[in-house]
């Protein structure tokens, strides 16, 4: 019942942000034409301003956008003349879905094991290994490890391609640049989650049985410490698809954030409010799905 209400209440807070947004962005200075390469003439603009509907009131505009909307057409792109809305991001949500996804991959297989070792091993080296690399990784965003990495890999080493998305060794730069920097939270999560967890009656309990440290910490005491990493992991993902147009500029990427900065940058009315809608959705299934594994994760959590 309560995730039906999650869902339920999501539909009216998707429509105040598409609202929002497609007031906002008309307001902001500028217009979809002013970025032409040759001026157009003031008859043509008029044209191009019918041909979108542009020159009626605002609030027919988006009671025009909201029919279309509830046929799944996000309208056409007012820069991209001749793709709509709906192809744009059929052409680049596969991409930031990909990178997005591989780097989050990369931040938990690392991030875990390495928060793990340091509670586990708390005061010894690892302890202090561990702690260094989540404050550097933490302290060293993405787009400034990016053009490090490109320096030092790519044009010193000549060991991997510095930009586009053509083949698997094209992930690998942008992939560490973003996973890495998140790598870090998540240790620093998995640390003090598996000290806390450490540091319980039923760990105690299970250590005074006979059962050997590895077992009691791995198979009774992981599953409770992983629960922040978990909550964390919704925000994570959507930090991923919304927060790597950095990446994705740095090395020239066609994802959905790329056309998100080129959207605003040309006040592409259509195509800014499309991709904004996509992420908030994204970030709402996200939030829902991280709420059911920490039920699945932790018995004691009940949603009213």
Known sequence: ????KR??????????ISFLTFFLVRVAPGGPFDRE?????????????AKYHLDEPVWKQYLRFLGDLSHGDL??????????????????????LTLGGLAFGLALGVGIPIGYQSAVRRGRWQDYAGSLFAILMVCIPPFVLGPFLILLLGIKCHLLPVALWESPAHTVLPVIALGLYYSGRIARL?????????????I??????GLDEHTVLLRHGFRLAVIPVVSYCGPLLADLLTGSFVIESIFQIPGLGTFLVNGSLNRDYTLVVGLV????????????????????????????
Not at 1 to 4: A, D, H, I, R, S
Not at 37 to 49: C, D, F, G, M
Not at 88 to 94: D, E, R
């Open 7 to 16: 869902i339920i209440f999501a539909l009216p807070l998707l429509l105040a």
């Open 75 to 96: 309208g056409p792109s007012l820069k991209y003349r001749n793709h709509s809305v709906n192809d744009i991001i059929g052409q680049a949500l596969p991409v930031s």
């Open 1 to 4: 019942m309560y995730f039906l």
């Open 277 to 304: 809608l996509l992420y908030a959705v994204l970030l709402i299934a996200l939030n829902l799905l991280v709420d059911f594994a920490c039920a699945l994760l932790d018995r004691r959590v009940r949603y009213a």
């Open 204 to 209: 105690t309990t299970a250590r005074a049985k």
């Open 190 to 202: 998995m640390r003090e989650g598996m000290l806390g967890v450490m540091q319980a009656e039923f």
């Open 37 to 49: 390469r040759k001026p157009a003439s003031p008859e043509i603009e008029r044209q191009l301003q």
